[in-house]
């Protein structure tokens, strides 16, 4: 009789596990949802505790495992040596799991999270060609765009899974990428997921914006080569400059009727997909830039771009360096005497 009992609570277990084994994506997925915030979930057959961290002075709240660790700046420095570094990790154990958090100082409009989206993958491709974009899309989470894709990676010792979102933390980009060896895939698919869809940010978001941010992102989804907002207007001005600095294409745009435009400088890509838009004078220049009168030139300085202004008498700056990867006005010179030291250099040759 006992032997028999046995064999009917083997067979059940069976049962049970094929039950598991016949949910869908989504209701897996909806129950890990659920289950994060009560602080427990069950990943696997293996039951795991969650907990919450606050982050960025307490802008947003995250759940992670509740055996991660934050890991040392130091050691974030020695594992990414040469790659933009996330400023906060934490991993498990056995550093086959890691979650990364950045802040950027970028301040972006939410509907731009889709173009931000589209470049990293489209660059991320085109120089790992063997790695594969797995899954794509964006979602609404207490009134904020969130943005995200998954993809495969190599490593020194194989293959990862990863899952990258952004979102807005009132006006700036935040980056979120969760990283686990490729054969854990599976198990820890749900995991991913269900942190990226719990994160709490702390800013209260009206319907009306809501409803405001789902019109303008659909927009740009039918239209995903067009610019929103002022881009679109961009493409159509004249352009009195341009320069190509690695892989950005850099141009300038002239003033109509003697008015500034809301954005005169942008860049592009090799493809000729848009990078960014900056307003010059809005930027740290001083000067109704640029028009005929006061632009000289826009020259290539190492990684950077060198505006060249009207040298007139008694100013003190009128050149600008520009970093091309975002825009940015880095510091301002003096053009007259830039040439002077240029010069001499080559003298001393």
Known sequence: ??????????????????????????????????????????????????????LFDGCLNVYVPKDFFEVSLDTIKRNYPYVAKPQIIYQNKRDTINIGFTMFEDIVEETELILFCDIMKNSFIKVNPASKILDDGDFLLGGKLVVYYTFTSFALDGQNYNLM????????????????IKKDM????????????TIEIKEIVSKEREEEIIEKVDEQKQSPNQLIFDKKQLLSLPIISALSIRHYRIFICKNENGETPLNNMYALNEEGEFLWSVNLCENGIDKPLPNEKSFINMEKRGEYALLGLDEEEGVAE???YINVSDGRMLYPINMETLRRQEKERKENL
């Open 318 to 320: 009128n050149g600008y």
């Open 1 to 54: 009789m006992e032997h028999l009992d046995k064999r009917i609570a083997t067979i059940a277990n069976k049962h049970k596990k094929k039950e598991k084994v016949k949910k869908t994506w989504e209701e897996q997925l909806s129950e890990m949802i659920e289950a994060i915030p009560k602080s427990s979930i069950e990943l696997d057959g293996e039951d795991i505790e969650m907990k919450q961290l606050s």
């Open 186 to 197: 599976d198990k820890i698919k749900p995991l991913f997921y269900g942190i990226m869809k």
């Open 165 to 180: 979102f952004l979102t807005l933390v009132g006006s700036h980009l935040f980056l979120c990428t969760l990283t686990c």
